[in-house]
C-alpha cells in the first residue's frame, strides 16, 4: 500500500504541504516540504477499504485516521479490562490478539479503541 500523498495548495505567495490520503481525504497540513514527506512515510494504511491510516507516535501512542478525522490514542489511558471489552468485537481475546499480532498488538489495539470511537 502506499504512503498518504503529498499536495501543494495554494499560490505562490500562501501555500502550504497537505497530507492525502489515497482516497483523497485531508489528513493534515505543514509549514514546509520536508516536514510533510517525513510524515508521509510514518504513516501506514491499514484498512484500504475505510481509509484508515496509522502513525506510531511511541508504543503506546498511537494516531488514527479514519472517516476525516484523526484520533489519538494512549493505551496507557485504558484499564486491561478495559481493553479487553474495546477489543471484544474483532477477538475473542486480548491473548489471541497478541499471539496473532506479536510486537503489533499495540497498535491493533489503538485501531479497535478508535473503530469504537
Do not use: H
Amino acid at each position: 500500500m502506499k504512503n498518504p500523498l503529498v499536495k501543494v495548495l495554494g499560490n505562490a505567495n500562501n501555500f502550504a504541504y497537505v497530507l492525502i490520503s489515497n482516497e483523497g481525504n485531508f489528513i493534515r497540513t505543514f509549514a514546509t516540504k520536508k516536514e510533510a514527506f517525513k510524515e508521509s512515510l510514518e504513516w501506514k494504511c491499514t484498512d484500504p477499504n475505510q481509509d484508515q491510516w496509522v502513525r506510531k507516535i511511541s508504543n503506546d501512542n498511537f494516531e488514527v485516521f479514519e472517516q476525516g478525522e484523526i484520533q489519538n490514542i494512549y493505551l496507557k489511558d485504558y484499564s486491561g479490562e478495559q481493553i479487553r471489552e474495546l477489543i471484544s468485537a474483532y477477538y475473542d481475546s486480548l491473548e489471541e490478539l497478541i499471539e496473532l499480532y506479536g510486537k503489533d498488538s499495540n497498535q491493533i489495539i489503538a485501531e479497535c479503541i478508535a473503530e469504537q470511537k
